[in-house]
């Protein structure tokens, strides 16, 4: 059962995807967001494309707006990854940010993103993440939709508890499903929610939802 935090890991790793459809057992990520926060400041951001080998369903696209066609587009141009590559990049990150003691934060991140990352590895690389010395189940997740429900239980308030009703929820700049700002995003409603929970929101930062994209390019330099 997820208690409710009192505190912000000193290490924060936002990740979340953008796919070709709801299964985590036979479609892809196309993208792949990630954002680390130390000490509550944005430190480093990510994101990075792949070319799916399964079609995007209809549905994918209207939510995301990401074709097939503008994703090979991308790849002619050296800006989108395999599905192989990308799996290993995606890995990669969450391996070496676990190691580095980062807690992981996104809006149902273990059933969906990283189940989906797990099953993607097994049938494509034919390898399990556990040999490639990260185990999803030793990974330090903070899911906002879950930590939400903690705080204030469905049957107390049955208000809707996606990432951008939680966005709305807590003021936080809605993602609006993209891979990086939506990583931002549920990074930004979990430090709002420790607020809520502490009742202290002096240590606050400006909310990324008050910057620009190009601010927050600025930020990470």
């Known amino acids: 059962m997820t208690t409710k935090h009192l505190h912000v890991p000193e290490l924060l790793l936002g990740f979340d995807t953008e796919t070709t459809g709801l299964s985590t057992s036979s479609e892809r990520a196309i993208s792949y967001g990630f954002c680390l926060f130390r000490n509550g400041t944005l430190e480093w951001a990510d994101q990075f494309f792949v070319v799916p080998d399964v079609p995007i369903s209809p549905g994918a696209e209207r939510v995301h707006g990401i074709s097939y066609d503008s994703l090979l587009d991308r790849y002619h141009r050296g800006e989108a990854l395999s599905v192989q590559m990308g799996l290993i990049r995606a890995a990669g990150v969450l391996r070496r940010h ?14 969906f993103d990283i189940d989906m990352l797990m099953k993607s590895y097994q049938s494509v690389l034919n390898k399990n993440l556990q040999d490639e010395n990260l185990d999803p189940n030793s990974l330090r997740i903070i899911d906002v939709i879950s930590h939400d429900i903690a705080m204030e239980s469905r049957a107390a308030n049955p208000r809707r508890r996606n990432l951008t009703a939680l966005s709305e929820h807590y003021g936080v700049r809605v993602g609006g499903h993209d891979a990086l700002n939506d990583a931002l995003a549920a990074c930004e409603v979990f430090f709002a929610q420790v607020a809520a929970n502490t009742n202290d929101w002096t240590s606050i930062r400006r909310a990324v939802r008050s910057m620009s994209a190009d601010e927050v390019d600025a930020h990470l330099g």
């Open 98 to 111: 676990h190691q580095m003691g980062a807690s992981i934060c996104g809006a149902n991140v273990s059933h």
